[in-house]
């Protein structure tokens, strides 16, 4: 009987080693998280008030908004830039009635950050006629990521003796990658 319990005493003895110091057991695991671009997309709204048949040449003023947002997560820096076509005329008073496109004007104004975006290194450009393109809005490169608002004085002088219709041209807004 007496080896019985001593055998007894031996294998609980190693059951209780193995159930109170478990083997340890490590395991990694990578972890990792694709982030996509969204790119750039820039928009602007508003609208230029008629004007009444004259004999002089008039002005015809807006306010427009441009929104331009960053989401390329690139900080490469961007422009945006501004051009119209020339405004035909869909009237039925007449051909030939077209307003040309460097009758069209902007000048750029105050850039509001929306969101947490900074203004550091975000720019208003120079404006002016837009029968060719012009930079209205800059960021430098480790800058303009983020959300911008910027409000855009808009322009058209509208001749003397333009015939009574409507005015229709495509302003385009571009938003560029660029240094």
């Known amino acids: 009987m007496r080896t019985s319990i ?18 340890a057991f490590a395991a990694d695991t990578t972890v990792s998280q ?16 008629g004007v009444t048949a004259s004999h002089t040449s008039q002005s015809s ?11 390329s997560g690139t900080a490469a820096g961007w422009n ?15 051909t ?11 000048a750029p104004g105050a850039i509001i950050a929306n969101g947490g975006a900074s203004t550091t290194g975000v720019a208003a450009g120079i404006g ?7 930079k209205v809005l800059a960021a430098e490169v480790g800058s303009g990521v983020g959300n911008y608002t910027q409000t855009i004085a808009a322009t058209l002088t509208v001749p ?6 409507n005015y229709t041209g495509t302003l385009t807004t571009t938003m560029t990658t660029a240094p």
Not at 6 to 23: M, S
Not at 34 to 49: C, I, P, R, W
Not at 160 to 165: I, K, L, W, Y
């Open 61 to 71: 003023v807006a306010s427009f908004t441009l929104t331009a947002d960053d989401l």
């Open 6 to 23: 001593k055998t007894f005493a031996v294998a609980a003895l190693t059951v209780g080693a193995l159930v109170a110091a478990p083997a």
């Open 160 to 165: 003397a003796d333009s015939r009574v219709g």
């Open 34 to 49: 694709a982030v996509t671009s969204g790119g750039l997309a820039a928009s602007v709204a508003g609208e230029l008030a």
């Open 128 to 134: 002016g006629s837009l029968e060719t393109a012009k």
């Open 96 to 106: 030939n009635a077209a307003i040309g496109a460097a009758n069209f004007s902007v």
């Open 80 to 94: 945006v830039t501004q051009q119209i076509t020339e405004l035909a005329y869909d009237g039925t008073n007449g």
